[in-house]
Nanobody, 114 residues
Framework: QVQLVESGGGLVQPGGSLRLSCTASGSILSINVMGWYRQAPGKEREFVAALTSRGSTNYADSVKGRFTISRDNARTTVYLQMDSLKPEDTAVYYC????????WGQGTQVTVSS
């Protein structure tokens, strides 16, 4: 059974950086999209960033220019580099890998606070 394991969350001051990682524990054939979503307290889960199998990227307007999505050469790990973090970035971040099925990570908490 495939599981996505996330790491890299934590507490950071405004203006700081964090790098999230998400690795598939098993083999996922033909991953079309790797992505990140987030959910803040009292809010719905929202799209953050996506990376297609062809290398195209897409970002939510709120994170453009500050966040960067990437993957490893083996295409088993997806990263989210988060720079210039703001308090409104505080949320639980979830990774997603899509083939003919959607696989979700368990979520990792990111807190931006002074």
């Amino acid at each position: 059974q495939v599981q996505l394991v996330e790491s890299g969350g934590g507490l950071v001051q405004p203006g700081g950086s964090l790098r999230l990682s998400c690795t598939a524990s098993g083999s996922i054939l033909s991953i079309n999209v790797m992505g990140w979503y987030r959910q803040a307290p009292g809010k719905e889960r929202e799209f953050v960033a996506a990376l297609t199998s062809r290398g195209s990227t897409n970002y939510a307007d709120s994170v453009k220019g500050r966040f960067t999505i990437s993957r490893d050469n083996a295409r088993t790990t997806v990263y989210l580099q988060m720079d210039s973090l703001k308090p409104e970035d505080t949320a639980v971040y979830y990774c997603l890998m899509k083939s003919g099925y959607e696989y979700w990570g368990q979520g990792t908490q990111v807190t931006v606070s002074s």
